[in-house]
């Protein structure tokens, strides 16, 4: 009778097929990394995926649980505590082969008052380096943009490994002071000394970091950095003047079954294609991702699109190929740098703060993004097998999703300012110069729109004759590139 009870437990019920992402059957895949087409051309070649066991954890946990290591701030900390034990001990126990170190100079109470001046500065340190961190992080936050917290300061790795040292200053000078007085080896003693030292010249040279990381530039440029990595990733490939248009696909008509997000409503984080890509291959059929990287998706919203044999794919199969979060991040979603440079301008365009010198430094880094991506295929939303029959799709930004990001809200909150209008222009104009000509299109449209706004925006024909002239300075510098 028991058996039979526990047999019935063990068989999925309806509220178990709810769940979204556990996946018993799913072999070990390697994650989508930084160079897609790698992939996919081994595949496309014949190359299977490596054998394996059965997978601990799916894919889109095991991306959710790496997206927040990378963004944890008490994560290198902790183990500045682990590894101090360990050093600690293993110090300890080669005090035979130290010998050869000279004595401290100290006496018992000399050394003592310099270990107590350690730990006092370290436990300072640390007390400071928090502290200033929270007010850096409201600042900043007020002045920039809030999505620069999870993108820009708790990544950072001179803020995390700083703090780290200090912990580890700490902790071993109160291991070192509690053996003062029982003969501890003198290589404790020099450690801790030496370890105090670097301390303080950390704590100097995070002062000066901290200044110089807070300055509008650095965020923006950090952000921009991890835009042009993200954009290599996602559109490996360059712009080829014979490939101007996009290829034509088989019309995929009605699906064979729709899967619903059964998972809580939030935004699509990261997506493994290459699992997708395997998945449709083995059941001969074509999986469509519905919604895009960066998408908020609600409960019950329609998340994939079957066709052919992917029909009868378990749908836990599928969701544990997407990652889901509350927030948008960077790694898989190209738009998001446009999307915080951008919010950076417009908060720098309002009244209140009324900056537009930071908002044309923004244009700068818009100005770099978008000629790289100007200059790239982005037609890789279509994935096909080694036979070249289409397996995957799953939508990814065009080109006039990059322009219209960079360009429509600067335009509307800042035209009534000379530098804004002058620095998209110059933008404008320098990308018309440099891009292919089906990139152009969508150029010439916003040039056109800051146009219009400039008549409207300026009464006096001076200032609108001034505002038409491009300057990628802003204002004050050559009238053209």
């Given at each position: 009778m028991s058996a039979q009870f526990m047999s019935r437990q063990r068989r999925p019920g309806c509220r178990r097929d709810r769940m979204p992402c556990r996946d018993e059957t799913h072999r070990r895949i390697e994650p989508f990394k930084a160079r897609p087409t790698r992939w996919l051309r081994e595949f496309q070649a014949g190359v299977r995926e490596p054998a394996g066991g059965v997978n601990v954890i799916s894919w889109n946990r095991l991306y959710t649980l790496k997206s927040y290591l990378r963004a944890s701030l008490w994560i290198v900390p902790f183990l500045a505590l682990i590894v101090q034990q360990a050093f600690f001990r293993t110090v300890l126990a080669s005090e035979a082969w130290t010998r050869w170190i000279p004595p401290w100079p100290l006496g018992i109470e000399g050394t003592v008052a310099a270990m107590q001046a350690i730990?006092?500065?370290?436990?300072s340190f640390i007390v400071f380096t928090f502290g200033s961190l929270l007010v850096a992080i409201q600042i900043a936050s007020g002045q920039l943009t809030p999505r620069i917290i999870a993108t820009t300061l708790l990544r950072d790795n001179v803020i995390r490994f700083t703090v780290g040292?200090?912990?580890?200053t700490l902790l071993f000078a109160i291991g070192a002071i509690s053996r003062v007085n029982t003969s501890a080896p003198p290589s404790i003693v020099w450690i801790s000394g030496i370890l105090g030292v670097l301390s303080l010249a950390a704590f100097l040279y995070f002062i000066d970091y901290s200044a110089r990381l807070l300055r509008p530039i650095s965020i923006i440029h950090s952000v921009s950095e991890q835009g042009f990595a993200v954009i290599e990733a996602v559109y490996p490939e360059r712009w080829q003047d014979a490939d101007r248009q996009p290829q034509p696909h088989e019309a995929l008509g009605e699906p064979d079954r729709v899967v619903s997000h059964a998972g809580p409503s939030d935004i699509v984080l990261a997506v493994d294609a290459r699992s997708l890509l395997i998945t449709a291959t083995r059941a001969q059929g074509i999986v469509e991702l519905v919604a895009r990287v960066g998408d908020f998706v609600a409960y019950g919203q329609p998340l994939f699109r079957l066709y052919g044999g992917a029909a009868t794919v378990p749908a836990r199969n599928l969701c544990g190929s997407v990652a889901f979060g509350r927030e948008r991040t960077i790694e898989q979603d190209p738009t998001f740098a446009f999307?915080?440079?951008?919010?950076?301008?417009?908060?720098a365009l309002s009244k209140a703060i009324n900056d537009p010198t930071t908002a044309v430094l923004a244009i700068?880094?818009?100005?770099?993004?978008?000629?790289?991506?100007?200059?790239?295929?982005?037609?890789?939303?279509?994935?096909?097998?080694?036979?070249?029959?289409?397996?995957v799709v799953y939508p990814t930004p065009?080109?006039?999703?990059?322009v219209q990001l960079a360009c429509r809200e600067i335009r509307i909150y800042g035209t009534e300012n000379l530098q804004i209008a002058r620095r998209l222009r110059a933008m404008i104009d320098n990308l018309l110069e440099?891009?292919?000509?089906?990139?152009?299109?969508?150029?010439?449209v916003e040039g056109d729109l800051l146009g219009q706004m400039i008549d409207k925006a300026y009464l006096l024909?001076?200032?609108?004759a001034l505002a038409r002239v491009a300057d990628t300075q802003g204002l004050g510098g050559s009238a053209k590139t």
């Open positions: 730990i006092s500065l370290a436990l040292l200090f912990i580890f999307r915080v440079i951008v919010d950076i301008a417009t908060k700068d880094q818009l100005h770099r993004l978008l000629s790289s991506v100007g200059g790239r295929d982005l037609r890789n939303r279509y994935l096909r097998d080694a036979k070249g029959q289409l397996r065009d080109w006039e999703d990059f440099v891009l292919p000509e089906s990139r152009k299109p969508a150029l010439r024909p001076e200032d609108a």
